[in-house]
């Protein structure tokens, strides 16, 4: 099942993200798949807690994002 919500179709993720905040968690790696355009997003709104990495696919498309 796909997330989507909101205007850029990122609502759910940031309430995961919100979610992974209060938890505290640590050495904790995703991998998620998505469009370019909104992993940038996602990467300039939680910049500051996590770390994320453009990984190519096959087909030298960039879907997916590791934080």
């Known amino acids: 099942m796909a997330f989507v919500g909101g205007k850029d ?3 759910l ?3 995961m993200f919100d ?3 209060l938890d505290k968690a640590s050495n904790l790696t995703m991998f998620l798949e ?3 355009r ?3 997003i996602l990467a300039e709104d939680y ?3 996590f770390v994320f990495e453009e990984i190519k696919t096959f087909h030298g498309n960039i879907r ?3 934080c």
Do not use: F, S, V
């Open 9 to 11: 179709g990122l609502d």
């Open 13 to 15: 993720y940031r309430q």
């Open 19 to 21: 979610q992974i905040l």
């Open 34 to 36: 998505m469009m370019t």
């Open 38 to 40: 909104q992993g940038k």
């Open 47 to 49: 910049k500051e807690h």
């Open 64 to 66: 997916i994002l590791k």
